[in-house]
């Protein structure tokens, strides 16, 4: 099926998020801030108004467009914690999160993910709902410290799975950068899937998506 046909198919029935969400869009696009894609908006819209997380962690703001969308989709109580290291987009979050979300709900925390997430596993935070979206060849690093601050039962969705296409390539079809990245995401793909501690589905949306569920503690071996 021809991609293209299927999105213009598929947004003949996609519902308008508000209008702010979609100048944010807009302007995301100017800017080449790779953003999620419409499917996995849609996925995410989904998912947080059946289960209703009241504490949702993302992993990568960029300029909060995700962070803000997901806030539109949960009820008022719940709260979002979301992580950024690069300065230029800090700036840029800072100022859509003081415009549009005056409330507060959404919680901007500074620095790398990884430092950032060993400080909420300190502090014993947890967390219902996970939305990694961050350095693709980082998921692996963050995968042990998500699930210290998950609950069981707890929905973790992976974004960009397959970076563009080049996780399905051999590894010798991608430059040499890519290549370390795209054996990381192999290896997160096949522990996600392989770790009894986890259900997963792979989907292709998007850049590819994973949606895991944090098992609760299993008495038997048995999955
Ligand atoms: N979720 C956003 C897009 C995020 S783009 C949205 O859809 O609106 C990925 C972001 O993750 C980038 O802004 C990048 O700076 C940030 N990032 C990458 N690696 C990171 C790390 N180790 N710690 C914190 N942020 C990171
Ligand atoms: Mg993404």
């Keep these: 099926m021809d991609r293209e046909r299927v999105e213009v198919f598929l947004e003949l029935f996609r519902t308008e998020p508000p209008l702010y969400i979609r100048e944010m869009e807009k302007q995301a696009k100017k800017d080449h801030v790779p953003v999620i894609r419409r499917g996995t908006r849609d996925l995410l819209r989904y998912l947080l108004r059946t289960k209703r997380p009241g504490r949702v962690l993302e992993i990568g703001t960029a300029i909060g467009y995700s962070a803000l969308f997901m806030k539109e989709c949960l009820p008022e109580s719940s709260r979002i914690t979301t992580i950024e290291k690069v300065p230029m987009r800090l700036v840029e979050a800072k100022k859509n999160l003081a415009k549009y979300d005056p409330e507060q709900r959404i919680r901007l925390l500074e620095g790398d993910a990884v430092e950032v997430l060993a400080s909420l596993v ?56 890519d290549r370390t990245i795209h054996g990381r995401m192999r290896e997160y793909l096949w522990e996600l899937n392989r770790n009894p501690g986890w259900e997963t589905i792979c989907l292709d949306l998007g850049d590819g998506v994973t949606i895991s569920t944090r098992l609760k503690e299993q008495t038997g071996s048995e999955k």
């Design 122 to 177: 300190s502090d014993r935070e947890n967390f219902d709902f996970v939305f990694m979206d961050a350095a693709k060849g980082q998921y692996l690093n963050f995968l042990p410290l998500v699930e210290a601050l998950i609950t069981p039962g707890g929905v973790l969705l992976s974004d960009n799975i397959m970076h563009e296409g080049d996780v399905l390539e051999s590894r010798f079809a991608v430059t040499r950068r």
